[in-house]
């Protein structure tokens, strides 16, 4: 229901111009930006701000506050405006700062970097499946915590503004089809028709599509609001939109953007540059404001506008259901601290963390499988799904329950939507009090999420990516299905760890790895086929736990036990003499690091002193110290041999310019997996025979 405040028309459109005099000056200032919206849906957004939304400024982040989600991230300058005039920590000094280096600013809004907004937008599309993602995030919890005829912890909307390009994305389609089949009724989306794109009218590419019959068939409650400068008629259909408890809600709104500048209304060019001085002096003048001020508030508009009072009252009243539920449900209590102010895992979840033995032949999607059923009970806040590969990718919780209209389990059908599962999964994560949200398909499919998964890593999620079918070795589904590229591609985003597992043991310290982290994505690279466990007693070899350093020295021929517990302190680098020295390294990661010791074990037997390196995560390799790193790859030693079945660009590094790479830069081909894994090199012989060749050019030298 709206609040009860008090309704005067002159402080209504005072406080709206206000919105749109400091819009139009932050661009003006910074000369870079998108008025035109902003000016055009400063009602909607007063109407929303000032009598819905349930937030506490002076608490950004308390857990049952409504989430805003502005999808429309190019008018980013409505929010700040907005965000500023409510009370939140942003003053008129960040909003001249507007676009500026080191600015709480930034020309899209971005998580972590302004108080008040949630999700990192300007990717169209994305902020509406992210809303998804906090909606489902908001049915989970209230299923999981609420108890009937108790006082209700979790009872939330997520309000959303979107805009034509929003709509023209096919992640929003994809999103909303899945949001209506939930029946995510506390989802609330305002869709800014203002009919105007960068490149002209949307007659021009969009016009013959109705927007709301579609989302009408998706399953949504449709209204529209023909004025956008009706402040009763937004009122009243976002009212019917918040009574709306079985469908998600979408509310188009007509509006003219750039509204009221006399020549820039309705013009492609008010969409996504300044006004210019003039145009924001006749619109000023058009409001009778002063044109001579600029960053002008009226102190009635901060007293009217500021949510300190009804935000702090709001927070308040919850805190005391809060308090009661938790002395009615105290094991629950325990979980809820744990979701939301801890890691998410109860005490005791690495101890449970399977262990292999040593010869099975076991995919390491399998042994995934296996290590997800351990943690399961241990991590009652984690969720995810797949896009309608479940039984391939293996990532379900048993028992769990799967997510549907009446009953919120954590196993979420995406269906075919790999774009949106992506979106979705970082709107749960953003969204808070749910631990480690995941999402999984076949790798070569990362390709469809690759702007969500670098918008996780952009807003340092703490989501976990689970692709299978990691390499030409999935076999007869030929090169569509086959990924060769994707490895770089990936670890060629920042602060992205990719983890790809040599064996079981592997498989189940990345999953610990990733449960751990907390500032960003962990991406897990899985077989389809078998890969032998390796035997890290009888033969010596390296701890899988020490996957967390990134790489590790598995095993070195000249050492009867491995060098494991190689330390990253600079003390020990001298632990190793020129005699114990290796002569080659061989570096694998993955399925072939099997293969890869059997090579180094033959070239070995022939005299040669070789070194075999796990490197499951480069990422975490680097991050370890130079010392650490130099210990496991001396520099002196040239002759280096990386073995992975993909390209060759993100190996330069770490073999120099004296050492080669067995990779596959070309696409795979259709056969039987160990067929195309032999025809392309990947057997113990060519391993060896790379290696010899490396090791006569090192010594021609």
């Not at 774009?419 to 979705?424: D, Q, R, S, V």
Request: aromatic share 8%; charged share 20%; with cysteine.
């Amino acid at each position: 229901m709206e609040r009860e405040s008090e309704r005067r028309p002159e402080l209504e459109g005072l406080s709206i111009d206000t919105i749109r005099g400091l819009s139009m000056d932050a661009v003006q200032k910074a000369n870079a930006g998108h008025p035109g919206t902003a000016m055009a849906l400063a009602p909607l957004a007063y109407v929303l701000f000032e009598r819905f939304l349930r937030v506490n400024p002076q608490d950004p982040h308390w857990p049952d506050r409504d989430r805003f989600v502005l999808s429309a991230g190019h008018a980013c300058v409505l929010q700040y405006s907005l965000l500023h005039l409510s009370g939140f920590d942003l003053g008129l000094e960040d909003l001249r700062q507007f676009r500026q280096w080191g600015s709480r600013c930034p020309g899209h809004p971005e998580r972590g970097q302004t108080p008040g907004v949630e999700v990192t937008t300007g990717p169209l599309g994305q902020g509406f499946a992210n809303a998804v993602g906090m909606a489902i995030t908001e049915r989970f919890l209230a299923e999981r915590f609420n108890r009937p005829g108790a006082a209700e912890v979790i009872d939330h909307h997520t309000y959303v503004i979107c805009s034509d390009g929003d709509m023209m994305e096919g992640i929003s389609q994809e999103a909303a089809s899945i949001a209506g089949h939930f029946g995510l009724g506390k989802l609330v989306v305002c869709y800014d028709d203002n009919r105007i794109t960068i490149d002209g009218t949307t007659a021009i590419s969009f016009d013959g599509e109705n927007h709301t019959a579609r989302l009408q068939a998706d399953g949504w409650h449709v209204q529209r609001v023909e004025d956008s400068e009706d402040v009763n008629a937004l009122t009243t259909a976002l009212s019917a939109a918040r009574e709306e408890a079985e469908r998600p809600s979408f509310i188009a709104i007509r509006s003219h953007i750039a509204y009221p500048a006399p020549h820039a209304v309705d013009t492609a060019k008010a969409h996504g540059a300044p006004l210019g001085e003039q145009e924001v002096r006749a619109a000023k003048e058009a409001m009778g404001f002063d044109p001579e001020r600029t960053f002008w508030v009226d102190e009635s508009v901060y007293a009217h506008m500021s949510l300190h009072e009804s935000g702090a009252a709001d927070q308040q009243e919850w805190q005391g259901r809060f308090q009661t539920w938790r002395e009615f449900f105290p094991e629950m209590a325990a979980d809820w601290d744990l979701a939301w102010n801890g890691s998410g895992l109860r005490e005791g979840w690495r101890e449970v963390l399977p262990s292999f033995k040593a010869g099975e032949q076991i995919a390491t999607r399998a042994a995934g499988q296996k290590t997800m059923a351990a943690f399961s009970q241990y991590a009652p806040t984690t969720i995810g799904g797949a896009a309608d590969l479940v039984e391939s990718t293996k990532t379900v919780f048993e028992g769990a329950g799967e997510f549907s209209r009446p009953h919120a389990g954590r196993n979420v059908p995406f269906g075919i939507r790999e774009h949106a599962m992506g979106a979705i999964v970082n709107g749960a994560a953003a969204h808070g009090g749910i631990v480690k949200p995941y999402g999984s398909t076949f790798l070569v499919f990362s390709d469809y999420m690759r702007p969500s998964v670098r918008l996780s890593a952009l807003m340092e999620l703490p989501v976990v990516w689970v692709w299978t079918h990691d390499s030409v070795g999935l076999g007869e589904d030929g090169p569509t299905h086959q990924p060769v590229e994707h490895y770089a591609a990936l670890r060629a985003i920042p602060k992205l760890w990719v983890i790809r597992p040599a064996d079981a043991n592997e498989t189940a310290q990345a999953w610990r790895v990733a449960l751990e982290r907390e500032d960003g994505p962990v991406a897990l690279l899985l077989s389809r086929q078998g890969i032998p466990v390796l035997d890290r007693d009888g033969e010596g070899l390296g701890r899988a736990s020490e996957l967390e350093r990134g790489g590790y020295v598995l095993w070195d021929s000249s050492s009867s036990t491995t060098t494991t517990s190689i330390s990253s302190s600079a003390s020990d680098s001298s632990s190793t003499t020129a005699a114990d020295e290796p002569e080659l390294i061989l570096i694998s990661t993955g399925a072939e690091v099997p293969l890869t010791l059997q090579a180094g074990q033959l070239l070995a037997a022939e005299g040669t002193r070789v070194r075999v390196v796990s490197m499951p995560c480069m990422e975490l390799f680097e991050a370890q110290s130079r010392e650490y790193r130099e210990q496991v790859l001396p520099p002196a030693v040239g002759a280096r041999l990386a073995v992975e079945p993909g390209v060759s660009l993100s190996w330069w590094r770490w073999v120099g310019d004296r050492g080669g790479i067995l990779g596959i830069d070309r696409f795979g081909a259709s056969a039987p997996g160990p067929t195309v894994l032999a025809e392309l090199g990947f057997t113990v012989e060519n391993i060896a025979a790379r290696a010899r060749e490396l090791l006569g050019e090192e010594g021609s030298r």
